[in-house]
């Protein structure tokens, strides 16, 4: 099973827009696929679900012990599964203070279900707390969406340093599965130069594929759809299939 947590500590790089197409994509492909909602916002499940209907949520699972099968919901998807976020899980961390397992609920809890999925995809807050660290050494493969702007790389060193912490003893196998520009404009200058910075900092793990600024992806998760069957035309969709393709080669 391939756990992929989607992470930046910052606001509003398309963490979640990326979470719930690249879920998509992957689950169109035929992977069975989980998409795993940390964020309190709850973002990610209201893109495919009905929040009002759903009993109980990931916060019950890493609080109280509830079954993680007993939350997973079927999405409108094939092949798409969905356990749901609320905003109850804001309260997640100060309760896990001081628990001896507290980094590894997710991990155990994931484990119970291996062998449900190929694919596992992880929507993390914008913040570098306990409910995110609960993402990393979960995941075998962590995904930063940065954002094309002025500030992109802001924070990224407290990100990378916490990757390292994280493999240094609860996770050793965390792989860096790459950096995807996201909110992308190619005809300003500015985008360019920030697309050059980032690819000095990360490398060969920038994607070929960027993301860019698009009205569909903004609007198809208040019809509780994909980009692929809101607007299965838009650059949007292409550019999200093609980094679904690029993570396939690198997983």
């Known amino acids: 099973m391939i756990v992929i947590a989607i992470a930046n500590q ?57 079954p993680l099968s007993d939350v997973i919901t079927a999405s409108p998807v094939a092949n798409l599964d969905v356990a749901p976020s609320r905003i109850a899980l804001a309260k997640l961390e100060s309760q896990l203070i001081g628990e001896v397992d507290a980094h590894f609920r997710l991990k155990d809890r994931l484990d119970l279900v291996a062998d449900r999925y190929e694919f596992v995809v992880i929507d993390t807050p914008p913040a570098l707390g306990l409910i995110t660290v609960n993402a990393l050494v979960a995941a075998t493969h962590l995904l930063i969406p940065v954002q094309s702007s002025y500030f992109a790389l802001e924070g990224t060193d407290d990100l990378l340093e916490t990757v390292e912490k994280i493999r240094s003893r609860p996770n050793p196998n965390l792989k860096l599965l790459g950096a995807v520009i996201t909110l992308h404009d190619k005809r300003t200058t500015l985008s360019r130069d920030v697309q050059k910075a980032i690819t000095e900092v990360f490398g060969g793990r920038v994607f070929r594929t960027t993301i860019s600024k698009s009205i569909r992806l903004e609007e198809s998760p208040a019809h509780k759809e994909s980009i692929f069957t809101f607007a299965p035309q838009s650059s949007g969709a292409y550019e999200y299939y093609r980094l679904c393709e690029e993570v396939i080669e690198r997983v």
């Open 10 to 66: 910052k606001g509003g790089v398309g963490k979640t827009t990326t979470a719930i197409n690249l879920a998509a994509a992957l689950a169109q492909r035929g992977r069975r696929t989980l998409l795993v909602d940390l964020d309190p916002q709850a973002n990610s499940t209201i893109s495919y679900l009905d929040v009002r209907t759903l009993p109980k949520s990931m916060f019950d699972v890493l609080s109280n012990g509830t």
